[in-house]
């Protein structure tokens, strides 16, 4: 999910950049020197899976995959994501760079909070907690960016309100994709590498 | 996939001092995102495109990357006219179009397109390892850009290993429809992905602590600022100021 370049006023560039900022140093103090390694691998495979179009009906979609991030990296998901949006700004000119900032927030900041709402749930032994808390993650979190999409556009100009809700409801059923994808890719990691859900995050070290 | 297609290349833009390019290209965005006066933009929009052609980029794969980029801006082009308030333009049957919705969109597509083009120009030319080097030499934090070195190096790895698997799942007659074995199959996709990339992690960390990793990079190339350097810097920052003039002083 991006914006492009030239759409967004300077006030809301601004306050983005300084949101991605504060979160970025969050997430940078979590993170120590021995974890880097494993937090590119995830981010570059987060880049490579942001690749993976699902069909849905006639058309297909691209997987957004912030909920995962956040349940697997918490606060790290900003640097994690502020780094893969630069890449895919200078590899495929995808966003940009003034608007690096608001679209790092607009990933990410969902993924902390689902991270903070869901990640005792998701550790949880397989029953309807479980289920419902992995679909949620991953259906919040593509609601939550699609919202602060939307806010950035309308506090940018009154004028944008109907194409913003015209997003979101554009995203509804990729909701429903990225909440099935992330219940199932969970259950996935919780049978095949179960330490994987532990302790990359920075708040609970080995 | 991830290729640097237009890092190779022998013009003046390609042997350009990074750290230069970088805070050139992020002035000009900045000051180009910001401004909204006509004259500025398209004059901003002929500076990219002479960037462009000075950097000798494929006409083609330019194209290519603009028409990506400008996936959001045919969208707003549908409907800003139509929901934008303002003094009515033109009117088709129930729908009628605004005059400021059209200048909007025509400016939004402006600004877009210049700086997507000076990204391609700048950023584009220069090969993602200098990138990173030029960043910690302009006080990026080191461990913002590791991560962006590392991350870069393994995008290419991880996404061979995503080749192997979908690969794997064609061989046994995988076909991709809207249904749940479809979903539950890339979503396992994306968890080996995931496992395999952790697994390949410890090993590399191991690997790196065992040759004496001690949390430094060094990079072979070293930076100079020439005199074609000093002529671009000095060049865009005139353009620049040129355009911050016309933008705020010479508004009518």
């Known amino acids: 999910m991006h914006i492009s370049e030239g759409v967004l006023s300077a006030p809301v560039l601004v306050a983005g950049a300084a949101v991605a900022v504060a979160g970025i140093s969050v997430g940078l103090r979590r993170m120590d020197t021995d974890n880097i390694p494993k937090v590119a691998v995830l981010s570059s495979a987060f880049f490579v899976a942001s690749l993976i179009h699902v069909p849905l009906g006639p058309a297909s979609v691209h997987?957004?995959?912030?909920?995962?991030?956040?349940?697997?990296l918490g606060w790290l998901s900003f640097p994690s994501i502020f780094i893969a949006l630069t890449l895919q700004a200078i590899l495929f000119q995808f966003g940009g760079i003034t608007t690096l900032g608001v679209n790092t927030v607009v990933m990410a900041l969902p993924a902390v909070i689902c991270f903070y709402l869901f990640r005792v749930y998701v550790r949880r032994d397989n029953g309807f907690l479980f289920y419902a808390s992995a679909f949620s993650c991953g259906a919040l979190s593509v609601f939550l960016s699609c919202i602060l999409v939307a806010a950035a556009l309308i506090s940018t100009e009154k004028s944008f309100m109907t194409v913003a809700k015209l997003i979101v409801v554009a995203h509804l059923p990729i909701m429903v994709i990225e909440g099935i994808m992330t219940l199932f890719c969970l259950l996935f990691l919780k049978k095949v590498r179960p330490e994987l859900l532990e302790y990359v995050n920075g708040t609970n070290p080995q | 996939?991830?290729?640097?297609?237009?890092?190779?290349?022998?013009?003046?833009?390609?042997?350009?001092?990074?750290?230069?390019?970088?805070?050139?290209?992020?002035?000009?965005?900045?000051?180009?995102?910001?401004?909204?006066?006509?004259s500025?933009?398209?004059?901003?929009?002929?500076?990219?495109?002479?960037?462009?052609?000075?950097?000798?980029?494929s006409i083609s794969h330019v194209g290519k990357r603009l028409l990506l980029a400008n996936g959001l801006i045919v969208f707003l082009w549908v409907f800003l006219p139509l929901t934008y308030n303002g003094e009515t333009l033109l009117v088709l049957g129930?729908?009628?179009?605004?005059?400021?919705?059209?200048?909007?969109?025509?400016?939004?597509?402006?600004?877009?397109?210049?700086?997507?083009?000076?990204?391609?120009?700048?950023?584009?030319t220069t090969p993602v390892f200098n990138l990173g080097h030029a960043m910690r030499e302009l006080y990026v934090p080191g461990k913002i850009v590791h991560l962006f070195l590392f991350t870069y190096r393994y995008i290419h790895v991880i996404f061979q290993e995503y080749m192997r698997l979908t690969n794997a799942m064609k061989v046994r007659g995988f076909v991709p429809r809207s249904d749940m074995h479809t979903y539950r199959s890339y979503a396992y996709l994306v968890g080996m992905l995931l496992v395999r990339s952790y697994d390949r992690a410890e090993r590399i960390h191991r690997a790196m602590l065992l040759r004496g990793f001690n949390g430094r990079y060094y990079s072979l190339n070293r930076f100079s600022v020439g005199r074609g350097d000093i002529l671009y810097l000095s060049g865009m920052l005139i353009a620049i100021l040129g355009l911050v003039w016309m933008q705020w002083v010479l508004t009518i």
């Open chain 2, 94 to 124: 129930p729908l009628s179009l605004s005059r400021e919705g059209v200048i909007y969109a025509l400016r939004i597509t402006l600004k877009c397109n210049t700086i997507v083009l000076a990204m391609m120009a700048t950023l584009s």
């Open chain 2, 1 to 38: 996939m991830v290729e640097e297609e237009f890092s190779e290349g022998t013009s003046f833009i390609h042997g350009l001092d990074p750290r230069i390019k970088i805070v050139v290209t992020l002035l000009f965005s900045v000051v180009v995102a910001v401004s909204c006066n006509f």
């Open chain 1, 63 to 72: 997987l957004i995959l912030n909920g995962i991030s956040g349940i697997l």
């Open chain 2, 40 to 57: 500025a933009l398209t004059t901003a929009l002929f500076l990219s495109i002479f960037l462009v052609a000075s950097a000798r980029l």
